[in-house]
């Protein structure tokens, strides 16, 4: 879109004749420093590498992934049955790392890792289940399956599960816009404002980049916050996700929360020519004056 199709977006909410001209160079300027940061390339919070690179380290996930796609109809309702009648390994150490002896030497834990992978290749659906409970809700939150999230928490298994670098089940599961995941996560406690352990996002910011305004209307109702830092708009705006922009903001989300560089949302929208977002931050009051400087904002 020209510079001039921007400043008749501006024309048309600009009701004072003699404050037109300054208003319009303020727009002129956003779309000037907008157009000079080319750094707006990072769509996701987390590509799906780095974070089926992340599960596939926890205990047992590489196996995990593989097997739990592969549960679905008939097969399915046989393992659900079967997990009805099981009890579940709450071993610390089926969590978060593997617990080795101590070794003579890397020979000797080498040879123990083999051992115990072969020995959870030959697991049947519902032992992988059982003996790692929670690798397995994380990694059936972010593939979407509903029917092994509801079980794993019907016995027990804690909503508050969360990966080696602190994405939660919410997390996942926004990320791939899984709402009814989301809403049963919601629905057993899970915390809709809780960070990574990096506190770059929440779940509503993952919501927000995968567009889903189901699953954004659905964090917002259970008191996420709107305007976290790197704000979930943010976001909402670089994937163009428009329903996503308006809920936010009608969900009070300040439409000048400053990103990285002070890059506001508004900066975002014109520097990829999102039309829609424009007019809804404008409408929203999102202000032109603001230059992008720059300093790096501090975490």
């Known amino acids: 879109m020209s510079k001039k199709g921007y400043q008749n977006i501006w024309r048309r909410r600009t009701t004072n004749p003699q404050t037109s001209s300054s208003s319009e160079g303020s727009l002129e300027s956003v779309i000037c420093h907008a157009a000079q940061d080319e750094s707006t390339t990072q769509k996701q919070p987390w590509s799906k ?4 690179k992340a599960l596939s380290s926890l205990p047992r996930g590489d196996i995990a992934l593989s097997l739990i796609p592969t549960l679905h109809g008939d097969a399915l309702q046989k393992v659900l049955e079967e997990f009805q009648c099981v009890t579940l390994n709450k071993n610390e150490d089926s969590k978060h790392s593997i617990s080795l002896p101590t070794c003579a030497d890397e020979n000797e834990e080498n040879a123990i890792l083999v051992d115990e992978n072969r020995a959870a290749a030959t697991m049947t659906p519902v032992q992988l289940l059982a003996e790692w409970p929670d690798t ?9 399956h509903v029917e092994l999230v509801k079980a794993l928490i019907e016995k027990g298994v804690p909503v508050s599960t969360k990966d080696n670098d602190g994405r939660t089940l919410l ?5 791939t816009a899984s709402t009814k995941i989301v809403e049963e996560l919601l629905k057993h406690g899970a915390d809709p404002c809780e960070w990574d352990f990096e506190k770059k996002y929440t779940p509503l910011h993952c919501a927000a980049a995968a567009g889903c305004v189901d699953t954004v209307k659905c964090l917002i109702k259970s008191k996420a916050d709107v305007d976290a830092r790197r704000s979930p708009l943010y976001y909402a705006v670089l994937n ?3 329903d996503c922009v308006e809920t936010l903001l009608q969900a009070g989300a300040c439409p000048d929360n400053p990103q990285v560089y002070t890059k506001m949302p508004l900066h975002v929208a014109v520097t990829l020519g999102n039309v829609h977002c424009i007019k809804l931050l404008l409408d929203h009051n999102a202000d032109v004056t603001i230059k992008m400087g720059p300093t790096k904002l501090k975490d």
Do not use: Q, R, Y
């Open 171 to 175: 997390h996942l599961a926004a990320c």
């Open 136 to 144: 397995c809700l994380l990694i059936s939150s972010w593939l979407g």
């Open 240 to 242: 163009n996700a428009v």
């Open 49 to 52: 590498e780095e974070i089926e």
